[in-house]
């Protein structure tokens, strides 16, 4: 029989651990019984113990181990190694003071797996007592030693000792330049990142792929456009161009200072993507709000052959729920389920933030119910989604079990703008003044714009807007435009017009480009008769060069996006939409439908000002859904401004009418009607 040689097996053992194939590590192992003969060579039993514990199987690791009898650094190194590659820290340090216990020297391998899981479980003190140990043996000189000890201090917060140990190193390489840069980038001192990358080239080092994405996340963190584009150019002649890592760092640094154009140049441009670029191109255009683009993208990574990711799928997750597509947000919950990542934390997360914002409240109940885990993120979605529907007893429910003693998650900031904004929606007054006084003792969150905002919006909508008012002028912290927007909106529901003028002039001095705020205050001075001021308003609005956005509603037939204006009649099937609208008019008006003709822009004559709301862009859409849709589907519209009463009153009588569930979303929220009902509760 042919007996094959020792280090030809210690080959054979490395090659189990490079393909990570623990049934050839065990193969191996079984023919090194069986030829060898005991004691093994200590060579042989380091090789052992590295394979079994880079590839997780510690069991068989300490096994071998236990029948080793000359145990050097290199054994206990190896197994040491394993625990720290596997992220089984604790045992790492275990078996560290094992290895002391038998007074085994750690070399130069050993202190730096130290090191990272000491940093790993936040344990300075340990980190410390293992920095002495390596002055003590003389390591800490090592380059190594020292980038490890520095990296440790680093990621337990210790600066000033992290900074000792920097300039008190002899020699420092790359990674001891990039664990700076890095780990200042990671402390939010971006500043010093930039200072320390032009004394590495000061030194005459040369930057790698890790330099230089260290580097673009300190320019992202600081929106610095023009240095990273000075990198850019850096990166081109250091021959970096064809490194996809350093293209993909490019694309999240340009998503992330919101230049696009540059972003997609850059993915483009990339010979061979990696789902990581995907992802990153992915991500750049939800954060520039351009969700459609966002949708096309993850649409060309599976044409592509992409599979998608748990990053990918809640990026897109994400587009859609502000896209409120809904259908192809179920598409890709059905990619997620057979990918196997409907589990996973943050695509969960997007799913019931999916279905709260486009108004299917049960189905994000259902995906909230099933997550095995949640987050913060988690329940702040679910509280969301209730507030979108005005539900402020679920969202309170949710709120109370969120805060129980039971619970490990504790309210954010965020968190209490969702449940004041469903408290808002409700009409839940007191509920949301108690929660407001409660913030700072119960809560310890200092309240801020978004609260003073949400609290002005539930006096409001509630008709207390004078007590609004007095509560806006009692704030200490100056009003902001969604303080004094939500006034303005209390103001023309319950016809206040001369506090609605001075919450107008407040916002015209904040942002006095926004036209939706004239719009509104010459709106609600034409609703109360004042034809002349309202006309002033519009006015003042054309000698400033203010123009009004036009108003859109559109609606998705057949993977077909159909878009109306107000009065549009260039539809393809325009006569049966026309025919449509005609036809509900005539029953409406039989159920008692009264137009409310104040809501009519201009100083026309009554029946002039009920064909003029009539023919807005909502209604249209509707008419084409009854049309395109079969009966029984749900018709959702999404219209780019707040749908206005007298469209909001007619579609509630349309839901009885015909039998249908109809979703409206606007700027502002999420309608849902049904049997003459709206799940605002006229609150919006």
Same mark, same amino acid.
Request: hydrophobic fraction near 40%; charge should be negative; glycine fraction near 6%.
């Given at each position: 029989?042919?007996?094959?040689?020792?280090?030809?097996?210690?080959?054979?053992?490395?090659?189990?651990?490079?393909?990570?194939?623990?049934?050839?590590?065990?193969?191996?192992?079984?023919?090194?019984?069986?030829?060898?003969?005991?004691?093994?060579?200590?060579?042989?039993?380091?090789?052992?113990?590295?394979?079994?514990?880079?590839?997780?199987?510690?069991?068989?690791?300490?096994?071998?181990?236990?029948?080793?009898?000359?145990?050097?650094?290199?054994?206990?190194?190896?197994?040491?190694?394993?625990?720290?590659?596997?992220?089984?820290?604790?045992?790492?340090?275990?078996?560290?003071?094992?290895?002391?216990?038998?007074?085994?020297?750690?070399?130069?391998?050993?202190?730096?797996?130290?090191?990272?899981?000491?940093?790993?479980?936040?344990?300075?003190?340990?980190?410390?007592?293992?920095?002495?140990?390596?002055?003590?043996?003389?390591?800490?000189?090592?380059?190594?030693?020292?980038?490890?000890?520095?990296?440790?201090?680093?990621?337990?917060?210790?600066?000033?000792?992290?900074?000792?140990?920097?300039?008190?190193?002899?020699?420092?390489?790359?990674?001891?330049?990039?664990?700076?840069?890095?780990?200042?980038?990671?402390?939010?001192?971006?500043?010093?990142?930039?200072?320390?990358?032009?004394?590495?080239?000061?030194?005459?080092?040369?930057?790698?792929?890790?330099?230089?994405?260290?580097?673009?996340?300190?320019?992202?963190?600081?929106?610095?456009?023009?240095?990273?584009?000075?990198?850019?150019?850096?990166?081109?002649?250091?021959?970096?161009?064809?490194?996809?890592?350093?293209?993909?760092?490019?694309?999240?640094?340009?998503?992330?200072?919101?230049?696009?154009?540059?972003?997609?140049?850059?993915?483009?441009?990339?010979?061979?993507?990696?789902?990581?670029?995907?992802?990153?191109?992915?991500?750049?255009?939800?954060?520039?709000?351009?969700?459609?683009?966002?949708?096309?993208?993850?649409?060309?990574?599976?044409?592509?052959?992409?599979?998608?990711?748990?990053?990918?799928?809640?990026?897109?997750?994400?587009?859609?729920?502000?896209?409120?597509?809904?259908?192809?947000?179920?598409?890709?919950?059905?990619? $997620?389920?057979?990918?196997?990542?409907?589990?996973?934390?943050?695509?969960?997360?997007?799913?019931?933030?999916?279905?709260?914002?486009?108004?299917?409240?049960?189905?994000?109940?259902?995906?909230?119910?099933?997550?095995?885990?949640?987050?913060?993120?988690?329940?702040?979605?679910?509280?969301?989604?209730?507030?979108?529907?005005?539900?402020?007893?679920?969202?309170?429910?949710?709120?109370?079990?969120?805060?129980?003693?039971?619970?490990?998650?504790?309210?954010?900031?965020?968190?209490?703008?969702?449940?004041?904004?469903?408290?808002?929606?409700?009409?839940?007054?007191?509920?949301?003044?108690?929660?407001?006084?409660?913030?700072?003792?119960?809560?310890?969150?200092?309240?801020? $714009?978004?609260?003073?905002?949400?609290?002005?919006?539930?006096?409001?909508?509630?008709?207390?807007?004078?007590?609004?008012?007095?509560?806006?002028?009692?704030?200490?912290?100056?009003?902001?435009?969604?303080?004094?927007?939500?006034?303005?909106?209390?103001?023309?529901?319950?016809?206040?017009?001369?506090?609605?003028?001075?919450?107008?002039?407040?916002?015209?001095?904040?942002?006095?480009?926004?036209?939706?705020?004239?719009?509104?205050?010459?709106?609600?001075?034409?609703?109360?008769?004042?034809?002349?001021?309202?006309?002033?308003?519009?006015?003042?609005?054309?000698?400033?060069?203010?123009?009004?956005? $036009?108003?859109?509603?559109?609606?998705?037939?057949?993977?077909?996006?159909?878009?109306?204006?107000?009065?549009?009649?260039?539809?393809?099937?325009?006569?049966?939409?026309?025919?449509?609208?005609?036809?509900?008019?005539?029953?409406?008006?039989?159920?008692?439908?009264?137009?409310?003709?104040?809501?009519?822009?201009?100083?026309?004559?009554?029946?002039?000002?009920?064909?003029?709301?009539?023919?807005?862009?909502?209604?249209?859409?509707? $008419?084409?859904?009854?049309?395109?849709?079969?009966?029984?589907?749900?018709?959702?519209?999404?219209?780019?401004?707040?749908?206005?009463?007298?469209?909001?009153?007619?579609?509630?009588?349309?839901?009885?009418?015909?039998?249908?569930?109809?979703?409206?979303?606007?700027?502002?929220?999420?309608?849902?009607?049904?049997?003459?009902?709206?799940?605002?509760?006229?609150?919006?």
């Amino acid at each position: 029989m042919y007996l094959l040689p020792a280090n030809l097996l210690g080959s054979l053992l490395n090659s189990a651990v490079s393909t990570h194939s623990s049934f050839l590590g065990r193969a191996v192992h079984a023919q090194i019984i069986k030829t060898l003969e005991n004691p093994l060579p200590s060579f042989i039993c380091n090789h052992l113990v590295n394979m079994y514990s880079k590839l997780g199987l510690f069991n068989s690791a300490l096994c071998v181990l236990s029948l080793t009898d000359a145990r050097t650094v290199v054994t206990w190194t190896s197994l040491i190694s394993g625990c720290v590659q596997n992220g089984h820290f604790v045992s790492a340090l275990i078996h560290f003071s094992s290895m002391r216990c038998e007074s085994v020297q750690p070399n130069d391998f050993t202190f730096p797996c130290v090191f990272k899981a000491s940093a790993a479980l936040q344990m300075p003190i340990t980190g410390k007592q293992v920095h002495a140990l390596a002055v003590k043996a003389g390591q800490i000189c090592d380059v190594f030693v020292g980038c490890s000890a520095f990296d440790m201090y680093s990621k337990t917060g210790l600066r000033v000792e992290a900074h000792k140990m920097f300039v008190e190193m002899p020699e420092r390489n790359l990674a001891t330049w990039n664990a700076y840069i890095s780990n200042a980038v990671l402390d939010s001192r971006s500043h010093d990142a930039f200072d320390a990358f032009k004394e590495l080239l000061c030194v005459g080092g040369e930057p790698n792929s890790i330099t230089f994405r260290v580097f673009l996340n300190a320019c992202s963190d600081t929106s610095n456009l023009e240095l990273g584009r000075q990198v850019h150019a850096f990166i081109i002649r250091s021959g970096y161009r064809e490194d996809v890592s350093v293209s993909n760092g490019l694309i999240d640094f340009y998503g992330k200072c919101h230049d696009l154009v540059s972003a997609e140049m850059v993915f483009n441009r990339i010979g061979w993507r990696n789902e990581v670029s995907w992802c990153s191109m992915l991500a750049a255009f939800v954060q520039n709000n351009n969700e459609e683009r966002a949708c096309m993208v993850f649409l060309q990574a599976r044409k592509e052959g992409v599979e998608p990711t748990d990053f990918m799928v809640s990026c897109v997750l994400s587009a859609c729920a502000e896209l409120g597509g809904l259908e192809l947000g179920r598409s890709v919950h059905a990619l $997620a389920v057979k990918a196997c990542v409907e589990e996973n934390l943050f695509v969960g997360s997007a799913l019931v933030d999916l279905y709260g914002k486009c108004g299917s409240i049960k189905e994000a109940e259902l995906v909230f119910n099933e997550m095995p885990e949640r987050n913060l993120v988690t329940w702040n979605a679910m509280i969301g989604g209730y507030a979108h529907q005005g539900n402020a007893d679920m969202a309170l429910a949710l709120f109370e079990e969120m805060t129980s003693s039971d619970s490990v998650v504790v309210p954010s900031y965020v968190t209490l703008v969702s449940i004041l904004s469903a408290c808002s929606r409700a009409g839940a007054v007191e509920t949301g003044m108690q929660i407001f006084g409660s913030m700072r003792e119960k809560y310890r969150i200092e309240p801020g $714009a978004e609260h003073y905002a949400c609290v002005v919006d539930l006096l409001g909508r509630s008709g207390l807007v004078e007590r609004a008012y007095e509560f806006i002028k009692k704030m200490p912290i100056p009003p902001t435009i969604s303080v004094w927007g939500a006034l303005l909106g209390a103001c023309r529901v319950y016809r206040k017009p001369e506090l609605g003028k001075i919450a107008a002039d407040n916002l015209f001095e904040l942002d006095p480009q926004d036209s939706g705020n004239h719009v509104v205050l010459s709106n609600m001075l034409a609703a109360a008769g004042r034809w002349e001021e309202a006309t002033l308003v519009r006015k003042e609005m054309k000698d400033v060069g203010i123009k009004k956005g $036009a108003g859109y509603s559109w609606i998705a037939v057949k993977n077909r996006i159909h878009l109306f204006q107000a009065k549009d009649n260039f539809h393809e099937r325009n006569s049966e939409i026309q025919a449509m609208l005609g036809k509900l008019r005539r029953e409406m008006k039989e159920a008692g439908y009264v137009p409310d003709t104040n809501l009519s822009l201009f100083d026309l004559e009554e029946e002039e000002k009920v064909s003029e709301v009539w023919y807005h862009s909502e209604k249209i859409a509707l $008419a084409f859904g009854l049309l395109a849709l079969p009966s029984g589907v749900p018709i959702r519209i999404t219209k780019n401004l707040r749908i206005c009463g007298d469209c909001h009153s007619a579609i509630k009588f349309i839901s009885r009418i015909v039998g249908r569930e109809i979703v409206v979303r606007d700027n502002n929220r999420f309608h849902c009607f049904k049997d003459g009902q709206c799940s605002c509760r006229d609150y919006w």
